[in-house]
């Protein structure tokens, strides 16, 4: 009878052994968009993920919603309804897709048109 023994090492970053540390654990990771990766750890790496994994779960979590005031300079506010309709739009951007898709018109045609 044959056996076939796995024999998984480490996949953390160079040990201070400089030698490759047999994996006592597998995790699965994933990082951001990234998906996700088996990795096989030795307990050492397996502790430094551990810390890791506790300052994500403790850290400054990603603002829901982005504030967007900043790096935006401030100038007259546009008028952000339609001229012809009188459809508000949130921005220019979406009052310019307003007027192209319902009227067939760039805001540009319309800021000309007096
Ligand atoms: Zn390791
Ligand atoms: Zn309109």
Same mark, same amino acid.
């Not at 699965?28 to 750890?41: E, F, K, R």
């Not at 994994?53 to 400054?60: F, M």
């Not at 300079?73 to 459809?87: E, Q, R, V």
């Given at each position: 009878?044959?056996?076939?023994?796995?024999?998984a090492?480490?996949?953390?970053?160079p040990?201070?052994?400089?030698?490759?540390?047999?994996?006592?654990v597998?995790?699965?990771?994933?990082?951001d968009d990234?998906? +996700?990766?088996?990795?096989?750890?030795?307990a050492?790496?397996?502790?430094?993920l551990g810390?890791? @994994? /506790?300052?994500v !779960?403790s %850290?400054p979590k990603?603002?829901a919603?982005?504030k967007?005031?900043?790096?935006?300079?401030k100038g007259p506010?546009?008028p952000?309804y339609c +001229?012809?309709c009188?459809?508000?739009s949130?921005?220019?951007?979406?009052?310019g897709?307003?007027? @192209? /898709?319902?009227? !067939?018109? %760039?805001?540009?045609d319309?800021?000309?048109?007096?």
């Amino acid at each position: 009878m044959k056996r076939v023994r796995v024999e998984a090492y480490c996949d953390g970053p160079p040990h201070a052994s400089d030698e490759e540390e047999p994996a006592v654990v597998e995790r699965t990771m994933t990082i951001d968009d990234a998906g +996700p990766a088996v990795l096989d750890l030795c307990a050492s790496c397996d502790q430094a993920l551990g810390y890791w @994994r /506790s300052l994500v !779960e403790s %850290g400054p979590k990603p603002e829901a919603a982005p504030k967007r005031r900043r790096g935006r300079p401030k100038g007259p506010a546009l008028p952000t309804y339609c +001229p012809i309709c009188g459809h508000e739009s949130p921005t220019r951007s979406a009052l310019g897709q307003h007027t @192209r /898709s319902r009227h !067939e018109k %760039g805001l540009l045609d319309l800021d000309t048109e007096e």
